[in-house]
């Protein structure tokens, strides 16, 4: 039986450096902490080899989503109207310092609390960024169309950055959303959220607007753009089959991929 290699952040960062990350650059990494292998010093060393690999010159972005904060009744909850109203009268509201993310992962739940880091004030998609652009990317994350140019993701896009899957899977790629504001068919459907916020000192629920963006597609547009450009590079990252991407082309190129394949 052969006993798995032990993977380290200095292995981690070469790796990074193979793939083509570089000083300076803005990447939004999805990850897969359990894809990577054995990493002595688990998501910590994860986070530090991608922050050496950009320097103090580059900006490193991760989704810090928290859907535990919706309405109850958004996932089909199954609770009784009693049950309902406790919940909502007691569900806290978002806090960027405090809360913590839902089903993003170790990395991204290890990084917020990064001292340095900070965190979008949107209480259902928030982002976590570090580096020299973080206060711009974080700042001014407005409740509607949470997603959109005017988004955290829009600030990476502004800013030429790049797309990382660190072993996370290709339909996972937040980014694509972008695109999906400027489609042109039925799909761009209006939808309205339910979240809680502090207004004035104190704490209501509120409704927010949006595009449905539950999108189920984002697997095959990736196959699409990997297969009909050259700009995914691939490689591993200790144990991770892992794709650097520069998020501008692959926007642009989902924009008219969507226009042409949905309905």
């Known amino acids: 039986?052969?006993?798995?290699?032990?993977?380290?952040?200095?292995?981690?960062q070469s790796d990074l450096k193979k793939l083509g990350v570089t000083e300076g650059m803005t990447v939004i990494v999805h990850s897969s902490l359990k894809s990577?292998?054995?990493v002595v010093g688990g998501a910590v060393s994860v986070i530090l080899a991608l922050e050496e690999a950009i320097g103090d010159s580059g900006s490193l972005v991760m989704p810090t989503q928290t859907e535990q904060l919706c309405d109850p009744t958004v996932y089909g909850s199954g609770y009784t109207e009693?049950?309902?109203?406790?919940?909502?009268?007691?569900?806290?509201?978002?806090?960027?310092?405090?809360?913590?993310?839902?089903?993003?992962?170790?990395?991204?739940?290890?990084?917020?609390?990064?001292?340095?880091?900070?965190?979008?004030?949107?209480?259902h998609v928030s982002f976590a960024a570090w580096g020299k652009y973080a206060a711009y990317i974080t700042d001014n994350h407005q409740l509607n169309y949470a997603l959109s140019e005017q988004s955290p993701l829009g600030k990476i896009y502004e800013l030429d950055g790049y797309i990382l899957l660190l072993g996370a899977p290709t339909n996972s790629n937040s980014s694509l959303h972008l695109a999906e504001y400027k489609?042109?068919?039925t799909f761009r459907k209006e939808i309205i959220w339910d979240v809680k916020i502090s207004v004035n000192g104190e704490e209501k629920w509120t409704t927010y607007q949006d595009i449905n963006n539950d999108s189920d597609d984002f697997g095959n547009l990736?196959?699409?753009f990997k297969k009909e450009t050259n700009y995914v590079v691939d490689g591993k990252v200790g144990?991770?089959?892992?794709?650097?991407?520069?998020?501008?082309?692959?926007?642009?190129?989902?924009?008219?991929?969507?226009?042409?394949n949905r309905a």
């Not at 007691?90 to 170790?106: E, K, N």
Request: no cysteine; hydrophobic share 35%.
């Open 82 to 123: 009693e049950e309902l109203r406790i919940i909502r009268d007691g569900m806290p509201i978002f806090h960027p310092d405090l809360t913590p993310t839902s089903y993003m992962g170790f990395i991204p739940e290890t990084f917020r609390k990064q001292n340095g880091v900070q965190r979008s004030a949107h209480s």
């Open 183 to 185: 489609q042109q068919n």
């Open 222 to 224: 990736f196959d699409d």
């Open 36 to 38: 990577i292998g054995r």
């Open 1 to 12: 039986m052969t006993q798995e290699q032990l993977i380290t952040k200095d292995r981690i």
């Open 239 to 260: 144990q991770a089959t892992s794709y650097l991407i520069p998020m501008r082309s692959m926007v642009d190129y989902a924009l008219s991929w969507m226009n042409n």
